[in-house]
């Protein structure tokens, strides 16, 4: 299905002066995305624009700029990388994101099976590496699931996961960024205080999603699954986790630490997961907690990390940190280039084989637990692109 453009988008217009739009790649309830390429050097890129309806809200442009600073700060390899945030002349806020190749893990999960525990378990670390960033600097992304998570084809480092889509992502002293009485998240991956509309939703929330995130991926079944999103919340609130999926004692009881109800009583912050998770992970994951630690350390001893109460107060981000860390290099698999996946772009001069994203697949959703009816805000998995 065709996507319906602004003019400023539309294949072949110049923008920013500088990307030339080669056409579109996707579209969802938070904004649209399209490919183009840097006219100076070549590079493919994809900008991505938030809805205008969303643009028209008090505030929402320039709180969108602001996060996307934040994320642009972020120094991990498994970040998806924003490269520039500018705006169109209308004011339109527009992201330049780096291009990933590959497919997302929830595709992955759904065309070729459940996950090695091991693979899993390093994947999640990865994962941990690019939250647990984003956490010290105050940001809670607050929608991680299969679907956010991109195993990229990236050829110094082999297969690496990049994790996408904070367009829901919450700064932890800035109050609320939704409407009042809404969820947002996704709800099979929304923690208890999410689903509640809790205004102190902190990063405790992330661990909660990759906890489930763990069960689908080497279970491919939800440990919190219904019919509707409101039934999804009410096990999510009342129920225990179905983890007769996972094929592991010790990942059960790693994922339930991560699943308890009461955020005191989960397990305290990713680092944390991805230390228990490393057993489980073989050399690759050990490798990959290194790398987490190691980076983790750098940052502490950098002066220039910003706090959230900083972010939210000035316009002067820093750059990512050069860090001593050295990333592993690792083959690529014989079957590197996956199957082409639901949004490849049209008119790309990328190779057929690989499948080519935006950033960002599935925006927030809002869900009003409490009443019988959907809020007025995207639904729940609804399709969307960036961070």
């Not at 399209?34 to 991505?48: D, F, I, M, Q």
Request: glycine fraction near 8%.
């Amino acid at each position: 299905m065709s996507l319906l453009l602004p003019p400023a988008l539309a294949r072949g217009e110049l923008v920013l002066d500088k990307y030339r739009v080669l056409g579109p790649l996707g579209a969802g309830g938070m904004g649209l995305v399209v490919e183009a390429e840097h006219v100076e050097l070549g590079r493919l890129v994809a900008l991505k624009t938030p809805l205008p309806a969303l643009v028209a809200r008090p505030g929402f442009a320039d709180r969108f700029v602001r996060e996307a600073r934040i994320v642009a700060a972020l120094g991990s390899p498994h970040v998806a990388r924003v490269l520039d945030v500018d705006r169109l002349e209308d004011g339109t806020p527009v992201l330049v994101l780096e291009r990933l190749f590959g497919r997302d893990l929830d595709e992955h999960v759904a065309t070729s099976g459940p996950l090695s525990i091991e693979l899993a378990a390093r994947l999640v670390i990865e994962a941990c590496d690019a939250v647990g960033e984003a956490h010290e600097r105050g940001v809670v992304h607050r929608d991680l699931k299969p679907a956010n998570l991109f195993l990229s084809i990236d050829p110094a480092l082999g297969e690496i996961v990049k994790v996408l889509d904070f367009g829901v992502a919450k700064l932890l002293d800035g109050g609320a960024r939704t409407t009042a009485g809404h969820a947002i998240g996704s709800p099979r991956y929304m923690a208890p205080e999410q689903v509640r509309r809790q205004d102190d939703v902190d990063a405790r929330a992330d661990v909660w999603a990759l906890g489930v995130t763990l069960a689908r991926l080497v279970g491919d079944r939800d440990p919190f699954d219904g019919d509707d999103a409101l039934e999804i919340a009410a096990r999510v609130l009342e129920l225990p986790p179905d983890l007769s999926g996972v094929p592991s004692p010790a990942l059960v009881e790693i994922i339930a630490r991560c699943l308890e109800k009461r955020r005191d009583d989960r397990t305290p912050d990713v680092v944390e997961l991805a230390r228990a998770l490393a057993p489980l992970a073989g050399e690759a994951g050990e490798r990959a907690l290194a790398q987490l630690l190691c980076r983790r350390e750098a940052r502490g001893r950098a002066p220039s990390v910003h706090s959230a109460h900083r972010a939210e107060t000035t316009e002067t981000f820093d750059a990512p940190l050069a860090l001593p860390c050295r990333e592993p290099s690792r083959p690529l698999p014989e079957s590197a280039a996956p199957p082409s996946i639901a949004h490849r772009s049209t008119g790309s001069a990328a190779p057929a084989r690989v499948a080519m994203v935006a950033l960002g697949t599935a925006a927030a959703a809002a869900l009003q637990v409490g009443h019988g009816s959907p809020s007025a805000d995207p639904a729940p998995d609804a399709t969307a692109a960036g961070p």
